[in-house]
């Protein structure tokens, strides 16, 4: 991201290619991107295009990010390319920022607390068993279960360990087979809450980058393919897949995308809209706009509604575990 906006912006000052990919690879702190971008450098020297001499390095820039850069110079707009595609990184970079931000500080609370449950199961409440054997009385029902529940802890400690190895293992590698993703993908998109945040972020991303490349000259087909590479849902996939099906047997785009059945009737209707005025790629960029700001709204939702409930949900539990241990005394 940082790279691209300097490169756009010394380009667009007036420095050759070579020059400003000179001066940043002068300043590059990163050892191996280092290298990287003084080899770029060097194959510009030796008259090769700049599209060509990142289609060198795969791992790095990807396969949208080349065609873009390829539209550019074959448009005669670098310049111009190269600056639309730094906002469009930056962009989606502080979109999926917030959209992982909002979902890491539940999921780490949650992992807190079973992580303290645990603990207290295992460790702490068998300390408290000698105190209770000393007490000599009848324990009430709760401290009774929870002991119960301590001691079932402690003797399958490495069953429940195991099990859970193996879950985690399995759930893995079933990820890796097509229907696993796209079941993990269409759970996660059904999930409440997170799961509107999730479609939000991917729209944002979709709409973003169909105007982008429609905008720079890349061709619907090919723009269709990038897409679905760029989505990382296994459910949109298939879906941006189909429309493309549709579109290269002369449906148009905004019928396409609603024959998949998912997307929503704002993005088709904005869609449909620009095919009319032959302003797709601006109401595309329109749309992401949209779904940026209301990714931003849940994000602000989640953190102003969220954080308090889990609070309570913490301290409810250890609130209840301590109680009950502390009963008979």
Do not use: C
């Not at 602000?300 to 969220?306: E, G, V, W």
């Amino acid at each position: 991201v940082f790279f691209t906006r300097q490169l756009a912006t010394m380009f667009a000052s007036g420095l050759t290619i070579e020059k400003a990919l000179f001066f940043l690879a002068q300043e590059e702190k990163h050892k191996k991107f280092k290298v990287i971008i003084s080899s770029i450098e060097a194959n510009i020297r030796r008259g090769m295009l700049l599209s060509d001499s990142l289609e060198r390095y795969p791992g790095v820039f990807d396969q949208l990010y080349i065609s873009l850069v390829k539209a550019g110079e074959v448009s005669g707009q670098l310049a111009e390319t190269l600056e639309e595609l730094s906002l469009y990184m930056e962009t989606v970079e502080d979109t999926q920022r917030k959209v992982k931000s909002a979902m890491y500080y539940p999921v780490f609370i949650i992992g807190f607390l079973f992580f303290m449950m645990f603990i207290t199961f295992t460790f702490i409440i068998p300390q408290f068993k000698s105190v209770y054997d000393q007490l000599g009385s009848d324990l009430p029902y709760y401290t009774i279960l929870l002991v119960n529940i301590s001691e079932w802890f402690q003797s399958n400690f490495f069953f429940i360990s195991t099990l859970i190895f193996l879950g985690l293992v399995v759930l893995w590698l079933l990820s890796l087979t097509d229907s696993g993703r796209f079941t993990k993908d269409r759970l996660l998109l059904k999930t409440p809450i997170f799961g509107g945040l999730i479609e939000q972020g991917i729209l944002s991303k979709f709409a973003k980058t169909f105007g982008i490349l429609v905008g720079s000259g890349v061709s619907i087909m090919d723009s269709m393919g990038l897409l679905q590479k760029v989505v990382d849902n296994r459910v949109y996939e298939l879906a941006i897949n189909k429309a493309a099906k549709n579109i290269e047997s002369g449906v148009n785009i905004s019928t396409a995308l609603k024959e998949t059945g998912e997307f929503p009737p704002i993005l088709i209707q904005l869609l449909a809209t620009g095919e009319e005025t032959g302003e797709i790629d601006g109401l595309a960029l329109k749309a992401s706009d949209f779904y940026t700001k209301q990714v931003n709204a849940i994000v602000d939702r989640l953190t102003s509604i969220i954080e308090p409930l889990l609070i309570v949900l913490v301290g409810t539990v250890i609130g209840r575990i301590v109680i009950v241990t502390y009963l008979p005394i």
